[in-house]
């Protein structure tokens, strides 16, 4: 089974702190997201990459960055954390085929006070 | 715009009976169509995908469909069990979109009691 690790499953930041999300699989799959989830909202993209070192901006990248140095590793970076970025993350991975699925962790729930 | 809607947006039933979630959506060209089942405090687990010339597939209880003419689907979850409380998002793929950026709905909150 494909095993996404997301490092943290609650953290509490204050406004104005760098943020550091980490996500890892396990499964050697090119493809990695990252998305943000919201009440009302459904799951949002905020980054994606589909190789080591490459990156594409989502439908909602403003305020947020992202590193791949690794293939397995996908990490999202709050340059300067805010209120309205308090929210679930879930990281993803797939293999680079048409219709494979998504594989999920379980999310980071990021409180920013 | 693509846009993926689905109802109800919340469902309360009783164990043992059948439930029915819609998704109706305007993504275009269509590629294919995937239910995920997402269980409180976890993230999403795909159920099944639907391609452009499937009408019908099953997975166990979970039976989805597709109309790819009138652009809705459904799935349809027969002798509901306590485990089957979730949230149930449809996600919709173009031709030539990676998954990853699918269109996703806002999911169905699914409750089931005893």
């Known amino acids: 089974d494909v095993k996404v690790t997301q490092s943290s499953r609650y953290l509490v930041k204050r406004t104005g702190e760098k943020v550091f999300l980490e996500c890892v699989q396990d499964?050697?799959?090119?493809?990695m997201f990252w998305y943000r989830q919201d009440p009302g909202l459904g799951l949002r993209l905020i980054y994606f990459?589909?190789?080591?070192?490459?990156?594409e901006k989502g439908d909602i990248p403003e305020g947020y960055s992202v590193s791949r140095e690794k293939k397995e590793r996908f990490s999202l970076i709050l340059e300067s954390a805010s209120t309205n970025q308090t929210s679930m993350y879930l990281c993803?991975?797939?293999?680079?085929?048409?219709?494979?699925?998504?594989?999920f962790g379980n999310g980071t729930r990021l409180t920013v006070t | 715009k693509n846009q993926v809607e689905q109802s109800p947006q919340s469902l309360i039933i009783l164990e043992g009976k059948n439930c029915t979630l819609q998704?109706?959506?305007?993504?275009?060209?269509?590629?294919?169509l995937r239910w995920y089942k997402q269980d409180t405090g976890r993230g999403p687990v795909s159920l099944t995908i639907?391609?452009?010339?499937?009408n019908t597939k099953s997975n166990g209880r979970y039976t989805a469909t597709l109309d790819a003419d009138t652009k809705q689907s459904s799935l349809h979850i027969t002798a509901s069990q306590l485990s089957d409380s979730a949230s149930y998002i449809c996600?919709?793929?173009?031709?030539?979109?990676?998954?990853?950026?699918?269109?996703f709905g806002d999911g169905t909150t699914l409750t089931v009691k005893p």
């Open positions: 639907m391609t452009f010339s499937e």
């Open positions: 993803a991975s797939k293999v680079y085929r048409v219709n494979s699925p998504l594989h």
């Open positions: 499964m050697d799959h090119e493809n």
């Open positions: 990459s589909y190789d080591v070192k490459m990156k």
């Open positions: 996600v919709v793929s173009g031709v030539g979109t990676n998954a990853g950026k699918s269109t």
């Open positions: 998704c109706n959506y305007t993504v275009s060209p269509f590629s294919n």
